[in-house]
C-alpha cells in the first residue's frame, strides 16, 4: 500500500457515496481518483485497467454536464432500460473483451489480458449508464466488483481489492437508492 493509492482509494470512495446520493460533485472526484490509477495501474502491468482510467475521466465530464446542477428542474432523472438493451450490451461487452484480451495476451506482457480487458470493457458500458443515471448500471456493477477483487489481489494491490468488496456492497445499496429514487419520480 503505497500513499498514491491510499489517496486514490479515498477519492473514489467519495466518488461512489456522492453518486448515490446523486451528487454532481462525484465527478469531481472521479477524476482525481481515475488521474492517480492510471500511475497505479501502469506499474503492475493491468494496461486495460489504466486505459480504463483516461475513460473514466472523459465520462466524468460528461456526467459532470448531463446531470445538471444538482438543485435544477434540468436535473437528470433516473431511469430504466428494457432487457434488450442489457443483452445488447452485454453481447457487446463479451465480444469487446474476447479482442483485447486476445490482443493484450499475443503482443504485450498484459497480467490476466482476459480479465483485465472483460472487467474494463464493462467497466466503459457501465460508467456510460451512470452518466446517464440508468438504474442497471448498479446491477452490473456488482458483478465488475466482485471479479475485480479477484484481479486486484491477484496483481498485490490490497487496499485496491478492499476497495472493490466495498464497491460491491455500495453496488447493492447504490441499486436500491436509486430505485426508491426512480419510484418516488413516477
Not at 446542477?69 to 433516473?78: G, I, P
Not at 436500491?176 to 419520480?185: A, E, G, K, P, V
Request: proline fraction near 2%; charged fraction near 10%; hydrophobic fraction near 55%.
Amino acid at each position: 500500500m503505497s500513499p498514491l493509492e491510499t489517496t486514490a482509494v479515498g477519492l473514489a470512495l467519495a466518488y461512489i457515496a456522492l453518486a448515490m446520493r446523486q451528487s454532481r460533485l462525484c465527478w469531481v472526484a472521479a477524476i482525481i481518483s481515475a488521474a492517480i490509477y492510471i500511475a497505479i495501474f501502469t506499474e503492475v502491468k493491468l494496461y486495460m485497467e489504466a486505459g480504463l482510467q483516461l475513460v473514466y475521466i472523459a465520462m466524468a465530464v460528461m456526467g459532470w454536464i448531463f446531470w445538471g446542477r444538482d438543485d435544477s428542474a434540468e436535473a437528470l432523472a433516473v431511469t430504466t432500460r428494457p432487457l434488450q438493451f442489457h443483452l445488447i450490451a452485454i453481447a457487446g461487452i463479451a465480444i469487446a473483451s474476447a479482442g483485447t484480451g486476445f490482443l493484450l495476451s499475443h503482443f504485450t506482457d498484459a497480467a490476466r489480458p482476459y480479465v483485465d480487458s472483460t472487467t474494463t470493457m464493462a467497466a466503459i458500458v457501465c460508467t456510460w449508464m451512470v452518466t446517464r443515471k440508468i438504474l442497471e448500471n448498479w446491477l452490473y456493477w456488482i458483478v465488475i466488483n466482485c471479479v475485480s477483487v479477484w484481479l486486484f489481489m491477484d496483481r498485490g494491490l490490497d487496499l485496491t481489492s478492499g476497495l472493490f468488496v466495498l464497491y460491491a456492497v455500495l453496488s447493492v445499496v447504490g441499486y436500491f437508492t436509486w430505485r426508491r429514487s426512480l419510484l418516488q419520480q413516477t
